[in-house]
Nanobody, 115 residues
């Protein structure tokens, strides 16, 4: 089993610049698509950003232009750089490793945007 591990969350102020990390131990990390999802209380889970095994990125309209997803296959790590944070970004952020029929979820990291 591949167990993604998220980190980098916490309490940040509006406009903050946290960077979330997701690390996964697998010899074929480069073959996984690595999307970031988030879930806010009372809301459905939503896709925030994704990066394919080929490096193609995609963003939700709500974060496009503010968040940047990237990956370092040598480190088995995917990053989510968050900029210009808004209170609406408060959520638990989950990393997902997807390949074929496999989908592995991390435990999530909480991001709270508040003054």
């Amino acid at each position: 089993q591949v167990q993604p591990v998220e980190s980098g969350g916490g309490l940040v102020q509006p406009g903050g610049l946290p960077r979330l990390l997701c690390a996964a131990s697998t010899s074929i990390f480069s073959l996984y698509a690595m999307p970031w999802y988030r879930r806010a209380p009372g809301k459905q889970r939503e896709l925030v950003a994704s990066i394919t095994s080929g490096g193609t990125t995609n963003y939700a309209d709500s974060v496009n232009g503010r968040f940047t997803i990237s990956r370092d296959n040598a480190k088995n790590t995917v990053y989510l750089q968050m900029n210009s944070l808004k209170p609406e970004d408060t959520a638990t952020y989950y990393c997902n490793a997807q390949r074929a029929t496999y989908a592995y979820w991390g435990q999530g990291t909480q991001v709270t945007v508040s003054s």
